[in-house]
């Protein structure tokens, strides 16, 4: 059973970069089949989806998020990080790591998220 | 950018059957994916591909999707599933969540 653990710090100053580490237990990044996504959630709203990458370093991101992410993969297959540069308050948020499984027959593609990180809590405050 | 409708709230009475929608533009063409998610806690997956549950799911909760709108159909409800519930489809290599709908049960 796969696992996902965010870590980074919890206290990011307006203006700085906010970086991430996602910790995989119990599978690997080079696993077929499978993206890894960065999730966020403000405060008492919903869920949105910031950007995934595949085990070949392929990235995808939210167009309204581009211009500020970098998504990269770690030193060894078990980690993936999302750094969000020039963040302000509107970037506080819990922060999930999740994996994707991906689905391709024919034409038709999906992919849907079979495993969550607890959730990093992230403020952006002076 | 695709967008996903979902109802803000729904209410419903212990044993009785709950429905969630879930609407976006030929939405029956993509596959739907729904999400419970619980107080303090992170989303778990309960349906995918519009009809199928995650093996532990338990067999109260059941999907479909037709032509602008997915249905998550909650059977029997219980107090413990009181969360938010939110649906979610892949559009052109990015991901799309609804904006969630909170169940209440009582």
């Known amino acids: 059973q796969v696992q996902l653990h965010e870590s980074g710090p919890g206290l990011v100053k307006p203006s700085q970069t906010l970086s991430l580490t996602c910790t995989i237990s119990g599978g690997s990044i080079s696993s077929g089949g499978y993206s890894w996504s960065w999730i966020r959630q403000h405060p008492g709203k919903g869920l949105e989806w910031i950007g995934y990458i595949y085990y070949t370093g392929s990235t995808y991101y939210n167009p309204s998020l581009k211009s500020r992410l970098t998504i990269s993969l770690g030193t060894s297959n078990k980690q993936f990080s999302l750094r969000v540069t020039s963040v302000t308050a509107a970037d506080t948020a819990v922060y999930y790591c999740a994996r994707g499984k991906e689905f391709l027959s024919g034409s038709s593609s999906s992919a849907w998220f079979d495993s969550w990180g607890q959730g990093s809590l992230v403020t952006v405050s002076s | 950018s695709f967008e996903l409708i979902q109802p803000s709230s729904v209410s419903v009475s212990p044993g009785q059957t709950a429905s969630i929608t879930c609407s976006g533009y030929?939405?029956?063409?993509?596959?739907v994916h729904w999400y419970q998610q619980k107080a303090g806690q992170s989303p778990v997956l309960i349906i995918y591909?519009?009809?199928k549950r995650p093996s532990g799911i338990p067999e109260r909760f059941s999907g479909s999707n037709s032509g602008s709108t997915a249905i998550l159909t909650i059977s029997g409800t219980q107090s413990l599933d009181e969360a938010d519930y939110y649906c979610q489809v892949c559009d052109i290599r990015t991901v799309v969540f609804g904006g969630g709908t909170q169940l209440t049960v009582l």
């Open positions: 591909q519009d009809t």
């Open positions: 030929k939405l029956g063409d993509k596959y």
